[in-house]
């Protein structure tokens, strides 16, 4: 079965870039959506994007053109980068796949891996 | 955007008793073009992250029990627990994906009485 698992620091300052990694395991990042979706604590869950294993990509506006999602098949990863962060983007940060062909639900997850904005 | 709003923000059910929640979407999920609803549901219990329990709006997904189910259509949808047991206690959440950006409710905190 497909395992997601996210990586990268836990701690970024202000007006920084926050970049995060999800490795793939168990199968192949080819035919599938892949997502990121974060939670600041004790809230709600926002959708940040997708990229599909074509490259191509799509991002929640409400990040204002802040967010960029990548893809390394040779890896099966795929990244997360955000840029000029403050304290409301502190959260746990989630990847998760979606069915193949498809963006529909979200299944699998990640854990999770939470990020601190602070200096 | 699809905005999606659940009530309510929290139940306490005694164990062995129903949950009902409620998820509305601002504009229709369901297409017209196979007469599906583009709607999940999550169930998210602390420290973890959220675990797909139905899609398509009633569509269990495999390993879920079956005192779990979804209803509704169009803009209108409910998650029933028809005999609430301990390990349930979660908060639960919908989810479109009839359009991006996706969206999610605010989540329903269910606890036991």
């Known amino acids: ?119 | 955007d699809i905005v999606m709003t659940q009530s309510p923000d929290s139940l306490a059910v005694s164990l062995g008793e129903r949950a009902t929640i409620n998820c509305k979407s601002s504009q229709s999920v369901l297409s017209s073009s196979n007469n599906k609803n583009y709607l999940a549901w999550y169930q998210q219990k602390p420290g973890q992250p959220p675990k797909l329990l139905i899609y398509w709006a009633s569509t269990r997904e495999s390993g879920i029990p079956d005192r779990f189910s979804g209803s509704g259509s169009g803009t209108d949808f409910t998650l029933t627990i028809s005999s609430l047991q301990a390990e349930d206690v979660a908060v639960y959440y919908c989810q479109q994906y009839f359009s991006t950006p996706l969206t999610f409710g605010g989540g329903t905190k269910v606890e036991s009485k």
């Open chain 1, 1 to 119: 079965q497909v395992e997601l698992q996210e990586s990268g620091p836990g701690l970024v300052k202000p007006s920084e870039t926050l970049s995060l990694t999800c490795t793939v395991s168990g199968g192949s990042v080819s035919g599938n959506y892949w997502n990121w979706i974060r939670q600041p604590p004790g809230k709600g869950l926002e959708w940040i994007g997708y990229i599909y294993y074509t490259g191509s990509a799509n991002y929640n506006p409400s990040l204002k053109s802040r967010a960029t999602i990548s893809l390394d098949t040779s890896k099966n990863q795929f990244s997360l980068n955000l840029r000029s962060v403050t304290a409301a983007d502190t959260a746990v940060y989630f990847c998760a796949g979606s069915s193949p062909g498809s963006l529909n639900w979200f299944d699998p997850w990640g854990q999770g891996t939470l990020v601190t904005v602070s200096s």
